[in-house]
């Protein structure tokens, strides 16, 4: 069964400094994987995904993703973070043979001091 | 920038009522879905709706539930009779299966559902 693991509950960065939220994937065949943030009140928003080609996806607001095959990883990155990063990060990849339902990771609770 | 809406944002009903969320997709996309969060765990998938009908159910999908797209925008989810277990967080998404948005999902704000 495909499943998606976020092992960290909650990650905790100083303002400015380089952000790792981090991901793993269980999948059969060609994984097509997505993070999604979800502030306080509000929906699950699209930050970036990766479906073929370079493994290093640029998305929303900064963030970024490196896709790692041999690790089977997709560790969400930003160079830089900022006060406003402060939210809830899911990890998802898609259902195999299916509608493209997406399955979720745990979430991770980021969380930026300034 | 198009988004999807849902209403209510927040619905409290008693155990054994008949509740209808609502969900307007982005215009012109093709797929339709239905997730729900509970308070505390992990965003569960409900439903896929795609030309008219259902095209897949988890088995939190049981007799309880309902979807239709009754007109050419709205997208519910009806529960006939809720059940405490029911209370959580349901996320309406839509998908354009053409050109570069292929597999992104959209996803309204929520509806928090509270049944006592």
């Known amino acids: 069964a495909q499943s998606v693991a976020q092992p960290e509950d909650q990650v905790n960065v100083a303002e400015g400094n380089p952000l790792t939220v981090k991901c793993t994937y269980s999948?059969?065949?060609?994984?097509?994987l997505f993070w999604y943030v979800q502030y306080p009140n509000r929906g699950l928003q699209f930050l970036l995904k990766?479906?073929?080609?370079d493994n290093l996806v640029k998305g929303s607001y900064g963030f970024e993703a490196e896709f790692n095959k041999s690790q089977t990883s997709f560790h969400l990155k930003k160079p830089s973070a900022l006060v406003s990063d402060s939210a809830l990060y899911f990890c998802?990849?898609?259902?195999?043979?299916?509608?493209?339902?997406?399955?979720w990771g745990a979430g991770t609770k980021l969380i930026i001091k300034p | 920038e198009p988004e999807v809406t849902q209403t209510p944002s927040h619905q409290v009903t008693q155990m054994g009522q008949e509740v209808i969320l609502r969900c307007v997709p982005i215009?012109?996309?093709?797929?339709f879905y239905w997730y729900r969060q509970i308070l505390g765990q992990k965003v569960e998938f409900l439903v896929s709706?795609?030309?008219?009908?259902?095209?897949?159910k988890s088995e939190i999908f049981d007799d309880q539930f309902s979807v239709e797209r009754p007109d050419g925008s709205n997208f519910t989810l009806k529960i006939r009779s809720t059940k405490l277990e029911d209370s959580a967080m349901y996320f309406c998404?839509?998908?354009?299966?053409?050109?570069?948005?292929?597999?992104?999902?959209?996803f309204g704000p929520g509806t928090r559902l509270t049944v006592l």
């Open positions: 998404a839509s998908m354009d299966q053409r050109g570069g948005n292929t597999d992104t999902q959209y």
């Open positions: 215009s012109n996309h093709l797929y």
């Open positions: 709706f795609y030309n008219n009908e259902i095209s897949e």
């Open positions: 999948v059969s065949g060609n994984p097509y």
């Open positions: 990766y479906i073929t080609g």
């Open positions: 998802a990849v898609r259902d195999i043979g299916s509608n493209y339902q997406l399955i």
